[in-house]
């Protein structure tokens, strides 16, 4: 048995973490003579941490993810770190050895300022093909209190075109002992993710045993980041990092499970929440599926089709975008057996089509709702899935056409 509750100390709740978030001048004020924003961030632990990777599968990886790669690798898998650091606005991809080098060095001039800090890690999110303002960055590292928890200062920090920080925190009791999770994520634009999206931070005081970390972090990211999209492109940076110092001496698997699923789904959802220029939240749950790859298939091509998503910004419950996209995805279907509904709201089942003026009516009310549920039934066997994805607004297009300014 095992109960979970919630907390508001964000990244900082395990023991033992500390967070903070810095102006090192890299985002704009947004008003003239106005303070600087929070563009730098950290994340410590006073004990070395196991560190659970998971990286994009964009070929183009940025530098930040080559350098981690290459310090995991080095340590054969088994990396323990106490302070990962976080810059906006810029990306560090594209940026050849260079970029990595300029890592490496900054990492480098942190650690004589902070010897205390073990094998450092970086994370990076902006613009592609620019190299790191490496005075900028460095010019915040004195200022750097690794006994500061602020984790507030942090989530707000490594935002770009986020409009809200995304922040989660569980404290997980068990009949064997307790333990805490604590995260942070920012994402609203280039989410299509396989295997990791974006940049999230995980923290934890579990004991979480070396042989089993990776393995559930790959299973807490599947139904969470692996489910979501906003616009179908997958970043160069998409990181997420779970970091684990084991201070709280417990741990008990399925707790632990159910906790990191939990806190990853939540924050997955609130970036398609929050993606560029949204007004909704939708989920896309496909069953009956011949199996869950293809359910998976379905579904995610429902949250990245074009067609699909303009017609949920207009609340037009255009049903026929919803069978030619499942159509189109390449999977096991027969429309003699297939069922599409709005929310509770069933339009076509099974040949049948049931959109006279008074099921249109309900189906479009559906679609007015914030967050709602279409739900597709292909009646080929056990499969299921559920992708999560948002409208696409005009708003989308002016946000992405100045993005470097």
Known sequence: MFNLFSLDSGICAPSGFFADGLSAGLKAPQNNGGAKPLDVAFVHSHTPCDVFALFTTNTFDAAPIKHAKELIAAHNGALKSNFVLVNAKNANAMTGKEGVADVKNLLRSLQELHPQIQNPLMSSTGVIGVRLPMDKIASVFGAIDLNARNPHNAANAILTTDRFAKEIAFEVKTDSGTFTIGAMCKGAGMIHPSLATMLCFVTTDACVPREMGQELLRLACEESFNAVSVDGDMSTNDTVLLLANGQSGAFEREAFLHAL????HKLATDMARDGEGANKLVAFEVRGAKNRDEAKRAARALATSLLVKTAIFGCDPNWGR????????????????????FGDVCVYRCGAILFDAPTEARA???????SLR???DLGQGEGAFVAYGCDLGYNYVKINADYRS
């Open 374 to 376: 279409i739900v597709c």
């Open 364 to 370: 479009a009310e559906v679609m007015r709702a914030d």
């Open 261 to 264: 699923k939990t806190a990853l």
């Open 322 to 341: 919803i069978a030619s996209t499942i159509g189109a995805s390449g999977v096991c279907c027969d429309e003699m057996t297939l069922t599409i509904s």
